[in-house]
């Protein structure tokens, strides 16, 4: 039965992943459709909705913490995987059953074939228009709307007292925004996705804003006044209370792992953060926030569950130190702003006598400006490609490299990069595994493997 199991979650799989042949298609009636035809799963759940370009999952790792030191039942949607599917869809940290997974993409499916096969379904992309339309014939729900309508039932079927809920891109399109949130947070804004959601900085905000809703507090650690602006203008008009970084809450470090905290109502000191990097501060001051209004809204948190959950939150591939001699670093930095924060763990955090990194990043993203932060302190450079169609060739990320003149090799495969790094460096050397959650993904996986980090 267990071998008939995996099969199944196996086939599962292929059919979930192959549903990204059809790209990206932002917009919110196909997923409001088939949240109908089944039952919307939706409605009356209690959920926080996260957007941002950095910090999203960390300040979700340390929500979900607090909320579950105070007693919650909490839900926790997040993306990409680093490793497994079911690490996408947890409930008290627990990822979904490989069986679930397989019951319910069997369920949905059904589901979605009657939608097909009755012309339910929109076959465009959104209203925005750098957005490309995609052949008619291939009108579907895309991988994302699938796997957040699987989410939702999941978490109804559950009984989540709460969920926390990531975007996968942008707010205002992303099959998420079906939800009415208890309140909204948007962590720092950056260049992103441009061919989505805009090609400056306040028309991506503008959809990060997206996610603001009637009445619903907004929370955020966005600092550009431009965008403080958008966000303060939006939330007028649709009536919600706005609270930003540094003038309505804030933190600040307190020495390693260490924080103080002024929030809307209370002052924390000395709280001690589960995640590595000064950068958590501003994640963790978020999360505190929230769950002050959490609070007042009749959650039954306390200050020991605020330190107890910050202390015990943690989020795979952001800053974790794995293995003695040598040291391993992973790290999903996958734009310029999050290489910057990596940039400066390294410099602050992280003593070495030499450098050694493994990088693989995605064809779409801003290659020259994250090298500008990433390979300035780098002793040797080993590029790879991770199995994703999106990664960059070896010959892109070569030329790309050149002009910093660092020692540099090839490897066929993240694990190849990984074990020539490994066995280059000396006990007192730093292997960093960045560029990309995917590269990272595959290289935690290979660790694993080699027993390195527990599985």
């Given at each position: 039965?267990?071998?008939?199991?995996?099969?199944?979650?196996?086939?599962?799989?292929?059919?979930?992943?192959?549903?990204?042949?059809?790209?990206?298609?932002?917009?919110?009636?196909?997923?409001?459709?088939?949240?109908?035809?089944?039952?919307?799963?939706?409605?009356?759940?209690?959920?926080?909705?996260?957007?941002?370009?950095?910090?999203?999952?960390?300040?979700?790792?340390?929500?979900?913490?607090?909320?579950?030191?105070?007693?919650?039942?909490?839900?926790?949607?997040?993306?990409?995987?680093?490793?497994?599917?079911t690490e996408r869809i947890q409930v008290d940290g627990i990822p979904v059953a490989e069986s679930r997974v397989a019951l319910l993409t069997d369920r949905i499916r059904e589901v979605v074939g009657e939608m097909e096969r009755s012309g339910e379904l929109w076959a465009g992309s959104s209203a925005l228009p750098h957005a490309e339309d995609v052949d008619p014939k291939k009108a579907t729900i895309t991988f994302f709307e699938f796997t957040t309508a699987m989410a939702f039932v999941y978490f109804r079927e559950a009984r989540v007292d709460v969920a926390v809920l990531e975007t996968g891109m942008g707010g205002r399109m992303d099959a998420t925004n079906v939800i009415d949130p208890l309140l909204s947070l948007i962590t720092p804004i950056s260049l992103e996705h441009r061919q989505y959601l805009g090609k400056t900085l306040l028309e991506i905000a503008g959809e990060k804003a997206g996610i603001i809703k009637p009445g619903r507090p907004l929370l955020t650690t966005a600092r550009q006044p431009r965008v403080l602006e958008l966000f303060r203008e939006k939330c007028r008009d649709l009536g919600a209370p706005f609270y930003s970084f540094g003038k309505d809450f804030a933190g600040k470090p307190a020495g390693p792992r260490l924080m103080d905290f002024r929030g809307i109502g209370h002052r924390w000191k000395g709280l001690r953060l589960g995640l590595a990097g000064g950068h958590q501060v501003l994640n963790a001051s978020l999360a505190l926030a929230a769950a002050e209004i959490l609070m007042d809204k009749g959650f039954p948190m306390n200050e020991d569950a605020v330190r107890k959950g910050l202390a015990e939150a943690g989020w795979p591939g952001r800053l974790e130190l794995v293995g003695d001699s040598p040291r391993v670093l992973l790290d999903g930095a996958h734009n310029p702003g999050a290489a910057r924060v990596l940039k400066q763990a390294l410099l602050k955090e992280f003593p070495r006598r030499r450098l050694i990194m493994v990088l693989g990043i995605m064809a779409d993203k801003e290659i020259s400006k994250m090298m500008a932060s990433l390979i300035p302190p780098v002793d040797l450079l080993f590029l790879c490609r991770p199995r994703m169609d999106r990664a960059t060739s070896l010959e892109t990320l070569r030329e790309k490299a050149s002009p910093w003149r660092?020692?540099?090799?090839e490897a066929a495969g993240v694990g190849d990069a990984v074990d020539q790094a490994m066995a280059e460096a000396g006990k007192e050397d730093l292997v960093v595994v960045?560029?990309?959650?995917?590269?990272?993904?595959?290289?935690?996986?290979?660790?694993i493997r080699k027993g390195l980090i527990p599985g």
């Open positions: 039965m267990e071998g008939e199991g995996k099969k199944d979650y196996r086939a599962s799989l292929d059919y979930l992943f192959g549903l990204q042949r059809f790209g990206i298609k932002l917009g919110l009636s196909n997923i409001t459709a088939l949240l109908n035809r089944l039952g919307n799963p939706h409605h009356g759940l209690r959920a926080v909705h996260i957007a941002g370009s950095n910090g999203k999952g960390s300040t979700a790792a340390f929500l979900t913490s607090i909320l579950r030191r105070g007693g919650c039942r909490v839900g926790l949607y997040t993306s990409p995987h680093l490793i497994d599917f660092k020692p540099v090799r960045t560029g990309s959650l995917f590269t990272v993904g595959e290289a935690r996986a290979h660790l």
